[in-house]
């Protein structure tokens, strides 16, 4: 089954908002030693963490996008969303959610998950 999954537009203007919604499996939830994260890999480049959320609610965000960037969620149906503001071509990417242990992890670990990973892509 899947674990995890994102969801949301596919093609974004620029200037708008990008907004993405990942939704978790019962079955991973109510653990203390995760965060859920998000991270993606513009084509070309290297995969960025963008931010997390913990098990609290408290949101961490990478400086470079702080000021764009709003992580919030884990509810009783399970999801957690991303939105970016402002949108540029250079947020162009792949972005991926994720359960990891290490907060701004880029990088699959055993007890990690990820999802599948959506492409969004800010054109005019």
């Known amino acids: 089954q899947v674990q995890l999954q994102e969801s949301g537009p596919g093609l974004v203007k620029p200037s708008q908002t990008l907004s993405l919604t990942c939704t978790i499996s019962s079955s991973l939830i109510g653990n203390k030693l995760y965060y859920w994260s998000w991270v993606r890999r513009p084509p070309g480049k290297r995969p960025e963490w963008v931010g997390a959320i913990d098990y609290d609610g408290s949101a961490y965000y990478s400086p470079s996008l702080k000021s764009r960037t709003t992580i919030s969620g884990l509810t009783s149906e399970n999801r957690f969303t991303l939105q970016l503001t402002s949108v540029t071509p250079e947020d162009t990417a792949v972005y991926y959610c994720?359960?990891?242990?290490?907060?701004?992890?880029?990088?699959?670990?055993?007890?990690?998950?990820w999802g599948q990973g959506i492409q969004v892509t800010v054109s005019s």
């Open positions: 994720a359960r990891v242990r290490v907060m701004s992890d880029t990088s699959f670990n055993p007890d990690d998950y």
